[in-house]
């Protein structure tokens, strides 16, 4: 069963730093891309970065360039996002997605979802 779980989330204060989670499990992990989407109440749910298969590759967003950073470790199986510099508009809920396509350009090269999980970002 092909399963993405996130976890990490939570409340911290503008400026703090948050490490999101992705376990994956029921696919070959070092076969797909990922990526981290967001989405805010009110708002498209917005792609903030991805990772090659390789990890050779990443892309960040504008909004997020230089404050985020993804990584993958292959023995956990697990996707990374660490946050850094947050900011109260960062506040949304967080999903991380797989690719296997060699570049995936968007949402919908992403076939597999996790549930995702809450940001906030507040004083």
């Known amino acids: 069963q092909v399963q993405l779980v996130e976890s990490g989330g939570g409340l911290v204060q503008p400026g703090g730093s948050l490490t999101l989670s992705c376990e994956v499990s029921?696919?070959?992990?070092?076969?797909?891309?990922f990526a981290w989407f967001r989405q805010a109440p009110g708002k498209e749910r917005e792609g903030i970065g991805c990772?090659?298969?390789?990890?050779?590759?990443?892309y960040y967003a504008d909004s997020v360039k230089d404050r985020f950073t993804i990584s993958r470790d292959k023995a956990k199986k697990t996707v990374f996002l660490q946050m850094n510099s947050l900011k109260p508009e960062d506040k949304a809920v967080y999903s991380c997605?797989?690719?296997?396509?060699?570049?995936?350009?968007?949402?919908?090269?992403?076939?597999?979802w996790g549930q995702g999980t809450q940001v906030t970002v507040s004083s």
């Open positions: 997605a797989a690719s296997g396509r060699s570049r995936p350009t968007g949402s919908s090269d992403y076939s597999c």
């Open positions: 029921g696919f070959t992990f070092d076969n797909y891309a």
């Open positions: 990772i090659s298969s390789s990890a050779i590759s990443t």
